[in-house]
């Protein structure tokens, strides 16, 4: 043992421990602001609603925040568990689309889904790609330019493995930035502003999650605009 373990490290334990303590607090915050807002102990106001709204909207940006430094930092200790089992893609990409559905909506986003009459199942840990594919569909519709956007999801199978599309025409990550997209806290300059709250970790964490289930992840520029990232799963 090192007798001045390197400040990557220390900075990792640190955070990994923060993000164990706060992890109670926040379910209590949560639990307590569903409560109110439904009202059950007493009728709120139009204000109160807003403000509780706001509240729990904000307590669930930590939340994410939290559980992808504790990811993170299984990932990085090797103890990031997988529990494979055979999962069909098209009905998660189903429910994810269908999750995000109303913001894409709001947001002037059209979502396409294209899927062969017949795909195989994947044996991958369905949670996990759950996870995957909600954080490339949410960077599709955040990362929009202004104006009606179009996001297009594609399965299909390419010889023992399934291939899975998602292709935007949004703003795009500058050519200079290739190198850096899935590594920890990347965020271009772009996304920052149209986005604060973003943290960085869900292509990292993502890259992970489709190696140890078999797989592979990467991305390219689209020829007229925004990007398209694709992943590979093997077939069960
Ligand atoms: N479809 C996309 N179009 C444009 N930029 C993108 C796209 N997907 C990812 N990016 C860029 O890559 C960065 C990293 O994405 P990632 O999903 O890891 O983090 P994030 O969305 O910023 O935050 P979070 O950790 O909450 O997912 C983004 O901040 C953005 O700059
Ligand atoms: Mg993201």
Same mark, same amino acid.
């Given at each position: 043992m090192p007798k001045h373990p390197s400040k990557k490290a220390r900075v990792s334990d640190a955070v990994s421990i923060v993000a164990h303590q706060l992890k109670n607090p926040i379910s209590v915050l949560y639990g307590y602001l569903e409560v109110l807002l439904s009202e059950e102990i007493g009728k709120l106001n139009k204000k109160q609603k807003e403000y509780l709204t706001d509240a729990l909207k904000n307590v669930e940006v930590i939340s994410k925040i939290v559980k992808d430094l504790l990811d993170v930092s299984r990932i990085e200790e090797g103890k990031y568990e997988i529990k494979p089992r055979e999962t069909d893609l098209v009905k998660i990409c189903r429910e994810v689309i269908n999750n995000l559905s109303s913001w894409a909506k709001a947001s002037n986003c059209e979502i396409v889904f294209k899927k062969p009459a017949k795909l195989p199942k994947v044996y991958v840990d369905s949670s996990k790609i759950y996870y995957v594919i909600e954080n490339l569909i949410s960077n599709a519709i955040m990362y929009k330019s202004s104006g009606p956007a179009q996001v297009v999801i594609e399965l299909k199978r390419k010889g023992n493995k399934v291939l899975f599309s998602c292709k935007d025409n949004g703003i795009g990550i500058p050519k200079k930035d290739f190198k850096k997209v899935? !590594?920890?806290f990347y965020r271009s300059e772009e996304a920052v502003v149209l986005?604060? !709250?973003?943290?960085?970790?869900g292509l990292y964490i993502s890259k992970a999650i489709i190696q140890l289930n078999g797989g592979e992840i990467w991305f390219e520029r689209n020829k007229d605009k925004g990007m398209t990232f694709y992943f590979t799963l093997p077939i069960a």
């Open positions: 899935f !590594s920890k986005n604060p !709250s973003g943290t960085g970790l």
